[in-house]
């Protein structure tokens, strides 16, 4: 039989396929958008929108304890699980179910519940989830099908129950002690969470710092704050094999001291993570992936071959909800709007979701000055900002990194309460290529922590 022909195809519906595939049909392209289980990606489904749900939680669950801090009176704090599960599970299936409606509902567009891959060059056989199977056909094709937790080859970890980002969230009894391998931001994220929740808490990472690609100075202020919050943090320790025991797993690790053994009752696997390419046959359309199975793209985000592009986690690079969304938009604003826009000197600001946020944008001071740039470094303790300590939310430091030539901030770091709010004003900042001295004068409104930005660079060595 004849493929079905349509002018794309758009392969997942995460942050850059569900909105890409409402576009290409407004225009009066006829779309055909597969999904093999849940429409808006890792995003909604068992990423940003349900951990960051049980991290308010968490917050809510950690402020009570310290309710005498601030002068309040509260009863001993105890978590239900059950519920913190049932309270995410109802704001992810409102996020879901109403992205799910909108692509039914578009005009020009079908949506394909089944799994996709290629059978030729441009042609799309399909697994339908409800049974049977359907040939497509196109000659633009979006690739968007994301990644998912990666397995580390460690002996014993196959044979033993280990849990991961997504399967954590649906525990209905909290850990007694969670080990977790990695110190990136998914396992210190999860690790604070539930040392918040009640559970003892013992991260293994290693390398020599927490959050390898962070500044050493910020790395060991987020050390800093979590072995405060009662975390346990063992660096530059490897675990060698995991093995079951009679009420959890127990990890071998080598570490600087040698090896020691330490036991838990419940595992999670941290260590990264892997592209959904391996299921698309990409060799039948001859789309080239690296040796972790990414897919190298151009910066106007096109593969080697003419008409199939990729975007989001899958190609690689930085792994964010909003750089998946902005490669959205630039393939929107080429194909669409005849623009010319590339991923090129794009900003990536991130947030790493403990508590202080880690907020960051830019350049870290290590690789400004592995760039051979002239620059100048300011850098304050949050509790030098009033509206912190007003908050009894003194932790951590603000620091940015500035080109001495034009007085432009070259990237910044914010560990702090709202972190993430104030790094999005350097930001705003950077788009602007506004000088430090805009910030260092100017005008906010008291007692705001936005004023920890004029007494930052008040810091600067002019």
């Known amino acids: 039989m004849e493929p079905e022909r349509f002018d794309a195809i758009v ?75 049932r309270r995410k599970q109802t704001i992810v299936d409102d996020f879901r179910t109403g992205g799910q409606r909108r692509l039914e509902k578009a005009e020009n567009v079908e949506f394909i519940f089944g799994e996709g891959r290629f059978t030729a060059p441009k042609v799309v056989e399909v697994t339908l989830k409800a049974g049977g199977a359907r040939t497509l056909t196109a000659d633009a094709i979006f690739i968007n099908t994301g990644a998912r937790p990666a397995r580390p080859a460690i002996d014993g970890l196959d044979s033993v129950d280990a849990l991961d980002s997504t399967t954590i969230m649906e525990l209905s009894a909290l850990p007694e002690h969670l080990l977790i391998l990695g110190g990136g931001y998914i396992g210190l994220e999860f690790g604070q969470m539930f040392r ?19 500044d050493p100075d910020v790395a060991e202020e987020v ?24 009420r959890g797993v127990v990890l071998q690790l080598r570490g600087p001291a040698g090896d020691r053994t330490i036991a838990g009752s419940h595992l999670l696997v941290a260590a990264g993570r892997v592209p959904n390419s391996d299921g698309l046959n990409l060799g039948a359309t001859g789309v080239q992936v690296d040796a972790c199975g990414f897919i190298p793209v151009s910066d106007r985000l096109e593969t ?13 690079g930085p792994a964010f909800t909003h750089i998946s969304y902005d490669d959205y938009r630039i393939i929107r604003n080429n194909l669409l709007r005849g623009g010319q826009s590339t991923t090129k000197d794009r900003l990536v600001p991130y947030t790493v979701y403990i508590d202080p946020q880690l907020g960051r944008i830019g350049l870290t001071e290590q690789e400004a000055r592995a760039q051979g740039r002239t620059i100048s470094v300011a850098r304050i303790p949050t509790s030098w ?45 950077m788009m602007a290529k506004l000088p430090y001295t805009a910030l260092e004068d100017g005008i906010f409104a008291h007692p ?3 004023e920890g930005l004029n007494t930052l660079f008040m810091t600067m060595e002019k």
């Open 385 to 429: 900002v009033a509206r912190a300590l007003e908050m009894a939310e003194p932790r951590g430091v603000i620091k940015a990194v500035v080109d001495v030539e034009n007085r432009q901030i070259l990237g910044a770091a914010v560990l702090a309460v709202e972190g993430g709010e104030i790094m999005s004003m350097l930001e705003i900042a």
């Open 223 to 246: 050390h800093r704050v979590l072995q405060e919050d009662g975390i346990e943090v063992l660096l530059q320790t490897e675990a060698t094999r995991v093995q079951t025991a009679v």
């Open 304 to 316: 080697n071959v003419a008409g199939i592009y990729a975007l989001g986690d899958v190609k690689g």
């Open 196 to 214: 918040r929740f009640g559970s003892a808490v013992t991260v293994v990472q290693r390398g020599k710092q927490l959050l390898a690609r962070e």
């Open 448 to 450: 705001a922590l936005a």
């Open 11 to 85: 392969l997942g519906t995460g942050q850059a396929g569900k909105p890409l595939a409402l576009d290409l049909g407004g225009a009066g392209r006829r779309t055909a958008v597969v999904e093999r289980e849940y429409v808006g990606g890792t995003c909604v489904n068992v990423g940003c929108t349900p951990t960051k749900t049980m991290v308010a939680s968490a917050r809510v669950a950690y402020l009570a304890r310290r309710a005498a801090e601030y002068g309040v009176r509260c009863g001993p704090v105890a978590v239900d699980m059950t519920q913190v599960r």
